[in-house]
């Protein structure tokens, strides 16, 4: 499944993305935009539970303007 939301100045929001779901994030207008990213558990270095997959993968279908 895939949810697009787009927000803004005019319609802000606050998205919560539980565990283990994929998500990115892009700014669409061609002025600076800011995203606040607040989580609920502290980075752990020794057993991280964040990963990264390259915007353009087939893993996942969705493609970014």
Known sequence: MVNEFRLGSVRPGLI??????????QNIIDQTSG????VDKAYQYEDPDHWRLPADTDQIPYIFE
């Open 35 to 38: 995203v606040l990213n607040l």
């Open 16 to 25: 919560i993305v539980p565990p283990q779901v994929w998500h990115g994030v």
